[in-house]
């Protein structure tokens, strides 16, 4: 039975770890009242590097607190010591890697990232960046070692603290990019701060050569599949704001930020059921799916596409209460595709659920570069003929492809049996209907073609889901009834 305190410590980490999306949609209006659209595609773009520059200059090892913390959680001693001295390396890798950059920076002359800021800007990214890597560290420790209070006060501040910072750095410095960088700064050298306090405060100060020897082994292979996945999620931003122009790449980003609450809730979907998934093939070491965790992937199914379906009805009607600049909306015309490059995501989780049970990692590197080699020509050839809307193309061909590389290298071990009306025919049947409508959205209303999208889908569902709707529904009443 599910405990009533195991679901308000979910809850709360849940909605603590969403917190910084909530920051940069809640700031959104601020941002686009105070900033051009030419400052929106150039705050999109150090974005992006700030991502880049975590990766680099931490080298992954705030992945290695979660390793250690299991292997020594039951000695004491070795896990002060383990802990600690996993910070001190973080700290002096970037402390090393800041002087190297600031190096570089006095003899790059002709620096590739053109249209930005060297100083301050892009140098506030690397400090952004490096701080940041402490907020993994104290998230992982905070949440194995079951402190949820201290986990929300802690997520909370940051949230705070960077909406705050944002909007007063807005009145001094108004029209300018130091607002919402600045804000993002401060928040993170309060969890620098926080985060070292805590460690040498709970786990003492040590530092241990070999330590840091055995984080740079467990760490760095993650590094390279790491570079390759920020390659295929951010590189659109520098092809759009280098090919056409920084004011499409604000409009791109804007949308793309609104849309984002889809990818919120079905991340927080699958996080709930990967567990029981997991443990169902590793407690039986089964090498193929089951119906126990076919239903699972069913169920997602069915709530992703009601999710996305809802959006593609949604979003265009509240974003323009939301961004009120006129200048934005055009851009309108693109929420029900971004939308439907979600509609595949079950058959993601599902392919990639193998690799992640059975430590199949060899085989995600060549995933990953095919799939980043692709994207990247993709998106260079529709974006510098179609501008912003090959963007949004690329980005819905593009999500469908990295499935089809995890598809294939997962059959070569694992074998799936599941119900294929459910699981690809559904969605592959909605993912058409709403291209087709898109295509011929100029003759009809906004209401009919969406609504009726909706009313088709549901009666889908209806048919496809007609024997399992009542046990979800109990399931739902169940759950309510325990929460």
Known sequence: MISRQLIKSSLVYTIAGSLPLAASLILLPFYISNLSKAQMGEFAVYQALTLIFQIICTLNLESSVLYFFFRFKKKEQLLRKYLSSVVISILILGICFTILFLVACLFLKDYPFKNLSLFPFIFMCWLTAFFNGFLKVINTLLINEQKPGLFFILNSSYFIITIVGTIVTFQFYPGSLIGPLWGRLAAAIFIFATTLFYIFRIYGVYFNNSVFKKAIAYSYPYVFNMILLWLMSYFDRFLLGDLISLEDLGVYDVILKCCILIEFVLNGLITAINPKIFSSWADKGLLQSNPETNKYFNVYTLISLLVIATSIIGLPIFIPLFIQDKSYHFALDFVPLICLSYCFKNLLHMYAAPFLVFGRNKSLPKIYIFSAVSQVLISYMLIKYWGLAGAVLALVINRQLIILFFGFECGKFFKF??????????????????????????????????????????????????????????????????A
């Open 417 to 482: 049996n599941f119900n294929k009306l459910k699981i690809w025919y559904l969605p592959t049947f909605y993912f058409l209907l709403v291209l087709i409508g898109e295509y011929f959205k100029a003759y009809f209303n906004f209401y009919i073609l969406y609504f009726g999208e909706f009313f088709i889908l549901c009666i889908m569902i209806y048919f496809v889901y007609k024997n399992e709707i009542p046990q979800y529904i109990n399931f739902m009443k169940r759950m309510l009834k325990k």
